[in-house]
Antibody
């Protein structure tokens, strides 16, 4: 059974940093690209960032480019999102999601999400 | 870059049929697969339609998907509506430059 378990969310001040983790199990982690998708309170889904299976390619939404960094440790089956220079508009539930394949950015499994609140 | 536009909300009575549209702003809707997700309050999204019109195992055949090149849109149709179908529905597609794009979401009310 595929499981994705996010952690690391919390309250952070504007301008601060936070690192999210996503522990994966139930599939060959290194074989699949992974993404982070966020959802601001009462709003829709927004793709944030993606990383290829081996970690050699990374992609970012314009809204987070230069501030967020995605990485993965395939030996630990864990995905990360390092967030810095956080803004109030980054407040959201952050989901990690497994991509269906390396050629299609579609998602077949999602974690339960972790809430990030940026506020003073 | 392209956008996907969905109606903000739809409502229909139990037993009826509802269709949610998803219009692509530029580029062909047929160029990349469209996927549909259902999200109930407080829960993560789950896939109800993949590869334009395929249903994952466990999703009732009351759910169907299609694409229409003439209107450059995808549609999710739910027939025989049940109160348990109430949720937010999102369409999603992708391309090499934009990566993943979600529609704004449609709130389905079954009343």
């Amino acid at each position: 059974e595929v499981q994705l378990l996010e952690s690391g969310g919390g309250l952070v001040q504007p301008g601060g940093s936070l690192r999210l983790s996503c522990a994966a199990s139930g599939f060959t982690f290194s074989s699949y690209a992974m993404s982070w998708v966020r959802q601001a309170p009462g709003k829709g889904l927004e793709w944030v960032s993606a990383i290829s299976g081996r970690g050699g390619s990374t992609y970012y939404a314009d809204s987070v480019k230069g501030r967020f960094s995605i990485s993965r440790d395939n030996s630990k089956n864990t995905l990360y999102l390092q967030m810095s220079s956080l803004r109030a508009e980054d407040t959201a539930v952050y989901y990690c999601a497994k991509e269906v394949s390396s050629t299609m950015t579609l998602f077949d499994y999602w974690g339960q999400g972790t809430l990030v609140t940026v506020s003073s | 870059n392209f956008m996907l536009t969905q109606p903000h909300s739809v409502s229909e009575s139990p037993g009826k049929t509802v269709t949610i549209s998803c219009t692509r702003s530029s580029g062909s809707i047929a160029s990349n697969y469209v996927q549909w997700y259902q999200q109930r309050p407080g829960s993560s999204p789950t896939t109800v339609i993949y590869e334009d019109n395929q249903r994952p195992s466990g999703v009732p055949d009351r759910f169907s998907g299609s694409i229409d090149s003439s209107s450059n849109s995808a549609s999710l149709t739910i027939s025989g509506l049940k109160t348990e179908d109430e949720a937010d529905f999102y369409c999603q597609s992708y391309d090499s430059s934009t990566h993943a794009v979600f529609g704004g979401g449609t709130q389905l009310t079954v009343l």
